[in-house]
């Protein structure tokens, strides 16, 4: 995560908003006075991402609002590593409510991703890949929170180190592992019982045996096939021979059926004749037939032009009389159109006094109303004078509160910045104390060690010599047994004369362990003697330096408060006079924070009562304006009332309605009367002449039926027909005459065919007979055949069928046991996995790995920043080696302040680094320091901004919060924190 740009508002110490642009910062420092609000910008970022702040957790964030605001917000851009950029905006109220949005920062816009403080929590967490204590302690390295790395709970320090490194994941993989053993286990379960319950029968002897089966039945099945098809041969000939026998008895029963049918197709044949003279007269017979139609179709119309004249003439005469009543009933209209124009005059008038009279009625009530509000808001403005009044008394008494409590505020900043300082010292002093006391202890111990040291070189001497002298004797014993009187003597090369005597000897052996006991215990003095004076060495030194600390203290309290007089411990008065104006300074923010409330409640108070007189004010100018419109509205109805009076109607608009009604009523029902008169004698004439036309028609009608009977009585009798009406009951319809003569011929046809057939089958048959009883035989034979032949066939299906399943259980039993080894392997190599991915093997054994290289990076770190200390991860706990002590090995706790500082940055500066560096781990792109530097001497100082400047060569984002203005001078750009009666404001200063 890199941090991009910052805003806040209402936030401690940055009442007005502040917006800090981190896009082009890489390597920086956060500086400005004690107090100012440098670490406020860190609490900044961490709640803008985690809605919690180092100092407080989560608890009591309302603390963090300014002064005097309602509220505070905080927005924070950042990116992750791949580019994707996004914002979290939070704001807290005092009321406790609190909001939060996070949104996605595309080139098209923000894309809102969630809303809410809940939501946003959970969505953060993962997008981070950082809970909030990893991130305070690989990322913003918070005041109090720097050395928690280094001296923490060991359990923590592998849980920050194991999110770093994304170890998590073998922990999930070892859960899955679990997870596929257990269903893997459920597999083999079930795969066993499958072969037990559903495959225990599918084996190879019982697939042979039914094979075998299968082979005999296959035998039996051709015999019975053979055997049933010669019986189904002489079945066949046998029901050939018994068909043509019933064929032909059918044959000649159908013939005599025809023969007996012969009358009656010679009496349709007659029939037919006859028919065919009677279609020659069809002409002649259907033109009388539309001559009677034509003819009674004529009389019909005839009569209904009767009727419709009569009809019309009776509507006339109605009609006119209806024309005569109307005309008579319209002669009132001209004396209603001249009322009509008199109510008209005044209908004007109505609406307007309408209009006038409501506009009375309103103004009556909202003079009553404002007569009211202005009574209230009297009321109400003496009400808020008297707040006012009570709120300044309580205003000037907090005044008097304040100037009595002599608070200083540049005294409180100084003092501000003394408190590091005297808190070091009084750290200092009763370890300068144990150190001096020890010292004696110490110069006693190297002088016992010096006497140790002596005694033993003299009795290493002593038994050297010891040594020496035995070899020497024991040399010349042996000498003496090998040496003779006159032998040269093999050391001098002398005659010896006389053997000398031989001194027993001593235990050499006994001597050497003496010796080499003795070097032992000279040894050991000499490296008690060094350890000794290394030791005192190294406390002298430690006094030295704590003697020069203190005294560089105690010097700078002095200067810097010279007020405190000549206290031989000027950190206790320096801390007790920080207490002190500590108090004062809460004091008088309480009483600010109270002074405010109570000033805005009295500007409020006063604004009220301004409002309210404004209000009566306005209220009582209303009220007299309404008086006057509303005398003017009453004139004004009393002059509609005399003029609406004169035209003599109680409702003008009424009557002038009913007169209009009248008027039109009386005009429409003349029209309509005149109108239907004039249709009822158009209508009459066109019925009469109607009428005459029908009259015509019909005689001509009457006419040409006559001729059309008399031409078909004449021609009916010269076709044989004894007249007109024989003729039509001899005459059939087309399809009927068809019909008739097509069945006479199917009747010839039918009878020449059954002869012919039955003249085939007796040359057919041949003389041959078959009774019944032999078919039935035949057919018995051949069914108990088939019958047979079917049964060993399903026999030998259902066999196959058996077969083929026994064969497919029997490969499915074969592919299920092969998928049961496949199982059983898989089980067994997530079962291994699982117990190798274990907390307390593989993965303790990574983080294992992951410390010792931590600790050998910052080892080089930390000699670099100081050569007499490096680091030893054991125990599952980071120890310190003194190299000025011969690598002596003590725990990290019993560090100073300035060598706690150097070991915590040496280990924060490689945890960086090696993060960067890993393959999967979290992406660390921003580090902030905020602890420290204030208590490294120039060298050492030097030193450290070397190495943070060499952390930055990639492209993390490094911050250092610090008031040490030579570690300003070695970076390329500061943030100026500064301080102000409106806040604090932040300013970038870029170096050059």
């Given amino acids: 995560m890199r941090p991009l740009k910052l805003q806040v508002e209402g936030f401690t110490c940055y009442r007005e908003r502040q917006e800090i642009d981190f896009e082009r910062l890489k390597l920086f420092a956060i500086a400005g006075p004690t107090g100012a609000g440098k670490s406020t910008l860190l609490d900044a970022i961490t709640f803008a991402l985690y809605g919690q702040i180092p100092r407080m957790g989560s608890r009591n964030l309302d603390e963090f609002i300014s002064l005097g605001a309602k509220e505070a917000s905080v927005a924070l851009d950042f990116e992750l590593h791949g580019g994707r950029r996004y914002r979290v905006a939070r704001t807290m109220r005092r009321s406790g409510a609190k909001k939060a949005q996070l949104e996605e920062l595309r080139e098209s816009g923000p894309q809102p991703l969630q809303d809410g403080v809940t939501a946003v929590n959970q969505a953060l967490t993962p997008l981070l890949g950082l809970r909030y204590e990893t991130f305070v302690q690989a990322v913003l390295l918070p005041q109090g929170k720097f050395a928690e790395f280094l001296q923490g709970d060991k359990g923590k320090r592998r849980e920050i180190l194991r999110e770093l490194l994304r170890l998590g994941v073998y922990e999930e993989m070892r859960k899955r592992a679990e997870s596929r053993k257990r269903e893997l286990e459920t597999e083999l379960k079930t795969l066993d019982q499958r072969l037990e319950q559903d495959y225990g029968e599918a084996t190879a002897e019982n697939l042979a045996a039914q094979e075998a089966e299968e082979a005999a039945l296959v035998a039996q099945c051709a015999q019975a096939e053979v055997e049933a098809g010669r019986?189904?041969?002489?079945?066949?000939?046998?029901?050939a021979l018994w068909a043509l026998q019933a064929e032909l008895a059918a044959k000649r029963r159908a013939l005599e059926g025809k023969e007996a049918e012969r009358g009656k197709v010679e009496s349709d044949r007659k029939r037919a004749q006859r028919a065919r003279r009677a279609a020659a007269l069809r002409p002649y017979l259907e033109r009388v037939s539309r001559a009677?139609?034509?003819?009674?179709?004529?009389?019909?119309?005839?009569?209904?032009?009767?009727?419709?004249?009569?009809?019309?003439?009776?509507?006339?005469?109605?009609?006119?009389?209806?024309?005569?009543?109307?005309?008579?009933?319209?002669?009132?209209?001209?004396?209603?159109?001249?009322?009509?124009?008199?109510?008209?005059?005044?209908?004007p008038l109505l609406p307007e006094r309408d209009r006038v009279e409501q506009s009375a009625k309103g103004l009556q009530a909202e003079l009553a109303k404002e007569r009211a509000e202005a009574g209230r808001q009297r009321e109400e403005a003496e009400k808020s004078r008297a707040d006012e009044r009570r709120l300044a008394e309580r205003l000037a008494a907090?005044?008097?509160?304040?100037?009595?409590?002599?608070?200083?505020?540049?005294?409180?900043?100084?003092?501000?910045?003394?408190?590091?300082?005297?808190?070091?010292?009084?750290?200092?002093?009763?370890?300068?104390?144990?150190?001096?006391?020890?010292?004696g202890a110490q110069r006693e111990a190297l002088e016992a060690a010096r006497r140790e040291s002596a005694a033993a070189a003299v009795g290493l001497e002593e038994a050297e010599q010891a040594v020496r002298a035995a070899r020497s004797a024991d040399m010349a014993a042996d000498l003496r047994r090998h040496l003779h009187a006159g032998d040269n003597c093999p050391v001098c090369g002398q005659l010896v004369d006389v053997l000398p005597e031989v001194a027993p000897g001593a235990d050499v052996g006994a001597l050497e362990r003496a010796e080499k006991a003795a070097r032992v215990a000279s040894d050991g003095a000499r490296t008690r003697l060094a350890s000794a004076e290394s030791a005192l060495r190294e406390r002298e030194g430690r006094r030295e330096e704590l003697t020069g600390l203190a005294a560089r203290l105690e010097a700078l309290l002095r200067e810097s408060a010279p007020e405190l007089g000549g206290d031989e411990a000027p950190e206790e008065a320096t801390l007790a006079a920080l207490e002190e104006i500590d108090q004062q300074s809460r004091e008088r923010q309480a009483i600010e924070k109270e002074w405010n409330a109570l000033e805005m409640?009295?500007?409020?108070?006063?604004?009220?009562?301004?409002?309210?007189?404004?209000?009566?004010?306005?209220?009582?100018?209303?009220?007299?304006?309404?008086?006057?419109?509303?005398?003017?509205?009453?004139?004004?109805?009393?002059?509609?009332?005399?003029?609406?009076?004169?035209?003599?109607?109680?409702d003008p608009q009424r009557d002038k309605g009913l007169l209009e009604r009248r008027i039109e009523g009386l005009t429409n029902v003349f029209e309509k009367a005149r109108q239907a008169a004039e249709q009822a004698e158009a209508g009459w004439r066109e019925a009469a002449q109607t009428l005459a036309v029908a009259q015509s028609a019909r005689q001509a009608a009457d006419l040409a039926a006559e001729e059309a009977a008399e031409s078909a009585e004449r021609e009916s009798r010269t076709a044989g027909f004894q007249g007109e009406e024989e003729a039509r009951a001899a005459a059939l319809a087309a399809e009927e005459l068809a019909a008739l003569e097509a069945g006479i011929e199917r009747y010839e046809r039918d009878v020449q065919a059954l002869r012919a057939a039955i003249e085939g089958l007796e040359e057919r048959l041949g003389g041959a007979r078959v009774d019944e009883e032999q078919v039935r035989a035949a057919s018995e034979s051949e069914g108990r055949a088939r019958e047979e032949l079917r049964a060993l066939v399903g026999g030998r299906h259902r066999l196959a069928e058996r077969l083929e399943a026994l064969r497919a259980a029997v490969a499915k039993a074969a592919k299920l046991r092969q998928e049961r080894t496949e199982v059983a392997g898989r089980q067994a190599l997530q079962a291994e996995l699982a117990l190798e991915l274990r907390s307390d093997r593989f993965q303790q054994h990574l983080l294992d790995e992951a410390f010792q290289q931590l600790v050998a990076g910052a080892s080089v770190r930390l000699r670099q920043l100081n050569e007499r200390y490096s680091l030893h991860f054991s125990d599952d706990a980071f120890v310190v080696l003194d190299h000025d002590h011969g690598g002596e090995q003590r725990s990290a706790d019993t560090l100073s302040g300035g060598e706690t500082f150097l070991a915590s940055l040496a280990l924060a500066l490689e945890l960086s680094e090696q993060v960067q560096q890993a393959a999967g781990a979290v992406r660390l792109d921003s580090l902030f320091i905020d602890?420290?530097?204030?208590?490294?001497?120039?060298?050492?100082?030097?030193?450290?901004?070397?190495?943070?400047?060499?952390?930055?060569a990639g492209e993390r984002m490094i911050g250092v919060i610090s008031h040490v203005a030579e570690l300003h001078r070695r970076l390329p750009a500061r943030l100026e924190v500064r301080p102000g009666p409106q806040g604090s404001r932040v300013e970038l200063v870029e170096a050059g």
């Fill in 231 to 239: 019986l189904a041969q002489e079945a066949q000939r046998l029901n």
């Fill in 292 to 347: 009677a139609a034509e003819r009674d179709e004529r009389r019909g119309e005839e009569a209904g032009a009767v009727t419709a004249e009569r009809a019309r003439l009776a509507g006339k005469e109605q009609a006119r009389a209806a024309l005569a009543e109307a005309t008579e009933a319209a002669a009132e209209v001209p004396a209603l159109r001249t009322r009509r124009e008199e109510l008209l005059a005044v209908l």
């Fill in 398 to 439: 907090l005044v008097e509160r304040q100037a009595a409590l002599g608070y200083d505020g540049a005294r409180h900043e100084r003092l501000l910045g003394l408190r590091e300082p005297a808190g070091e010292l009084r750290r200092v002093r009763p370890e300068l104390r144990t150190v001096s006391e020890r010292l």
């Fill in 601 to 650: 409640q009295r500007r409020e108070a006063e604004g009220a009562a301004q409002r309210a007189a404004d209000a009566a004010a306005h209220a009582e100018k209303a009220g007299t304006r309404l008086e006057q419109e509303l005398a003017a509205a009453r004139e004004r109805l009393a002059e509609y009332g005399e003029r609406i009076a004169a035209a003599g109607s109680a």
């Fill in 931 to 952: 602890e420290g530097f204030g208590t490294l001497d120039p060298e050492t100082l030097d030193v450290v901004a070397g190495a943070i400047e060499a952390l930055s």
